[in-house]
């Protein structure tokens, strides 16, 4: 157990100038209010706040956040009012005591509305002062250490919190050293099987792997001083339990298959050595193709710094090396904390900024979004950077989260790279949008002006930023959207019944039916009904305010109101791909040419059904929503799949007749499907049909061939 002086020893040495009279009163303040207070493990509760302390100090923090420490539990678990603390302990100290305070208040375990909200809170309370985290963190890693006290029940809930929120936190602030701690501790309490069975198998090699690390360790330090490259340090270690585990499930291997259990790390002096013992090591061992990471020139997000690479030794057991300068240790170790600086009492400027312009960012991001599951799934992604690099045909580099695709690296570009971007070149070679880039990779981004980001983008879109701009843009389009749709809807219905434009103009009655809908403006109020959310009769039935309406031949007034409204045709136009509002109802699939109708959906827009289409002539939608619309014969030219279900008699060479036959008519096979049963055979097609007309010859085609019986169009 730590002593008080002890702590006072450290914070000296570290600091000579330290103010440790403030921290004794703080000792002694704390050890007055938890006075009797005892922790489960049957100790004094002083232990915690002067472990937290002790924490603190290690991690080399002012005396404003070891005080806090020293005070953290107090407000909660005592009678004592935060202004008490200000007044006897300063304004900052109080500041930092309450953060922790109300952190400590979050419960993380609740809905994921809940959840969201409060990791909102936890943000804007690190930006607001660094330090609350950092206590909350020593906190956190005392009462991980000692969780072993506590009943089962509280033992999963506070590894699993420490596991979704404090690890990823401490990672984003390259904090290793603590993140590895309360990793490997919630392994140990979320999935204690695993965890025993991993142990264990790790101890059994431990003697022998020890011995080859030592061997290994006297051969690099002489190879080295051999080359007069300094070093200062060589460690040799192996690698921690929990991310042994993550690699053998993500890879889903067992241990014998783990390439580097071991991992031998070397600090230099300058980063220049960092080089030159990398091109010693490579002259030793024989590095694995595809695993040298240079961190060095490119840091992770977090910070990190190093250069990695796995050989093989002469024995064939492979290892990990990594090499980095002694000032990039430190950083790897304490992120945040090993840029603290006393003078100030805060964070310094410049590079160590970064940790700042990454809350404030995300922060920013998080703003927009609404919906908690994709907040949190967007927080685990920042708050995991774990990372792909991709290079640009300039050779500039850019680090991306695990399966990001072209889309996250165009955006990551610029925002109107990504709004534009329609394919992209891996390597050299077109790819698909949805493509999954691997580190190294060389993306050119192809754009088109004008060009605009589609929903589909979101079903592969990995990074916030990228899935942030997609939706902010798509929300925007759909707005427009729907507002012009809802004006032609209401034209359309005003024109229906003959309703006079004065009275849909009149000040008063405009106001009066807002008011009805709780609405401002009248664009809401056109919106709602292109959404789907109000129908135009019923809007319309607002204005008139006496007696039915009544359905009336068109009439002259017709145009006056469509001039007051400013639209034109009220035909909605489709073109072919889908658009944000107008899209094809998946049960008929109609392709161009055909005869369409449109039904309004409640949000989504308008689907667009053939007329033929079962569900539209057993008038299953309301025909209330049935609106007019017409193929926009300005929009380019686009292909649709068609299945095509064709039944044939069992005849031998049928099969490549057919596909032969559709080929010689310019047309693509997607995919092809035969099964034969008795006496008849069954080949399902996809293709590619241009129009209506297309789709008629292809059928025509192979109704001439022989043995084929029937040819069918299938839904999608
Ligand atoms: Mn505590």
């Not at 992770?300 to 290892?319: A, I, K």
């Not at 992209?424 to 192809?446: F, Q, S």
């Not at 209330?624 to 193929?631: K, S």
């Amino acid at each position: 157990m730590i002593r008080f002086e002890d702590l006072i020893e450290k914070v000296r040495a570290s600091n000579p100038e330290a103010d440790v009279e403030l921290l004794r009163r703080a000792y002694v303040f704390s050890a007055f209010e938890h006075k009797g207070q005892v922790r489960n493990s049957g100790e004094p509760y002083l232990v915690h706040p002067l472990e937290v302390a002790d924490q603190l100090a290690d991690m080399k923090l002012d005396v404003v956040a070891i005080a806090a420490g020293l005070l953290h539990d107090i407000v909660e678990d005592t009678q004592t009012p935060i202004e008490r603390i200000s007044e006897l302990f300063g304004p900052d100290v109080a500041h930092v005591v309450e953060g922790v305070t109300k952190l400590g208040a979050i419960p993380f375990s609740s809905s994921e509305e809940r959840q969201a909200e409060n990791f909102r809170k936890m943000l804007l309370a690190m930006v607001d002062d660094i330090r609350v985290i950092l206590v909350k963190l020593a906190d956190r890693l005392h009462n991980m250490r000692t969780l072993h006290h506590l009943p089962e029940e509280r033992r999963v809930k506070i590894a699993q919190e420490t596991r979704d929120i404090y690890a990823p936190i401490a990672n984003r602030l390259g904090m290793s050293k603590v993140k590895n701690e309360l990793e490997d501790l919630a392994f140990k309490y979320l999935e204690a099987k695993a965890y025993e069975s991993l142990r264990a198998q790790v101890e059994s090699r431990r003697r022998a792997t020890e011995g080859m690390i030592e061997e290994l360790k006297n051969t690099v330090t002489a190879k080295l001083a051999e080359a007069q490259v300094p070093v200062m340090q060589i460690d040799g270690r192996i690698k921690r339990l929990f991310s042994i585990h993550q690699k053998l499930k993500r890879q889903k291997i067992d241990l014998d298959q783990v390439y580097d259990l071991v991992a031998l790390r070397i600090i230099t002096a300058s980063v220049k050595d960092c080089y030159g013992a990398l091109g010693i090591i490579h002259q030793t061992w024989s590095p694995v193709p595809g695993r040298i990471k240079d961190f060095i020139a490119t840091p992770r997000p977090n910070g990190y710094q190093s250069l990695h690479t796995s050989v093989v030794s002469e024995r064939g057991f492979p290892f990990e090396v990594q090499i980095r300068s002694s000032e990039m240790h430190r950083t790897a170790e304490e992120g945040i904390a090993a840029h603290w600086k006393y003078k100030e009492g805060r964070v310094g400027a410049g590079r160590d900024e970064q940790y700042f312009v990454w809350l404030r960012q995300l922060l920013e991001w998080q703003q927009e979004v609404r919906d908690p599951q994709e907040f949190l799934q967007n927080l685990k992604i920042e708050l995991y950077p774990e990372e792909v690099y991709i290079f640009t045909p300039k050779g500039e580099v850019k680090a991306l989260p695990r399966d990001a695709s072209p889309v996250d690296f165009a955006y990551s570009i610029h925002t109107d790279v990504g709004h534009q971007c329609v394919g992209a070149r891996v390597n050299g070679k077109m790819v698909p949008l949805r493509t999954r880039l691997r580190n190294g990779d060389i993306v050119e981004v192809i754009t088109t002006p004008g060009h605009k980001p589609s929903r589909d983008w979101l079903n592969f879109a990995v990074t916030s930023r990228a899935r942030n701009k997609i939706k902010h843009f798509i929300h925007a389009e759909e707005k427009t959207r729907s507002l012009e749709l809802g004006r032609r809807l209401f034209d359309k219905e005003a024109r229906k019944y003959g309703v006079s434009a004065k009275s849909l103009t009149e000040p008063s009655a405009v106001n009066r039916v807002l008011g009805e809908y709780g609405m401002q403006k009248a664009d809401e109020l056109f919106a709602a009904i292109g959404y789907g959310k109000l129908p135009a009769r019923n809007v319309l039935a607002r204005f008139v305010p006496q007696g039915e309406l009544k359905e009336t031949p068109e009439t002259g007034i017709a145009s006056v109101v469509r001039r007051v409204l400013g639209t034109g045709d009220d035909k909605i136009k489709v073109s072919g791909i889908d658009d944000l509002l107008v899209f094809r109802a998946r049960c008929c699939n109609p392709i161009r040419g055909e005869k369409i109708v449109g039904y309004i959906t409640r949000g989504k827009g308008v689907s667009v059904h053939s007329a033929s289409c079962v569900n539209v002539v057993n008038l299953l939608y309301d025909p209330e929503r049935r609106i007019e619309v017409e193929w926009d014969k300005g929009a380019d030219p686009s292909t649709y799949t068609v299945r095509l279900s064709i039944q044939v008699a069992d005849r031998r060479g049928i099969l490549a007749e057919v596909s032969s036959k559709i080929a010689g008519i310019n047309t693509n096979i997607r995919n092809v499907e035969a099964t034969v049963d008795d006496q008849r055979g069954r080949i399902d097609m996809t293709v590619e049909i241009s129009d209506v007309k297309h789709l008629q010859k292809v059928v025509k085609a192979l109704r001439n061939i022989e043995g084929v019986l029937d040819v069918e169009r299938a839904a999608r």
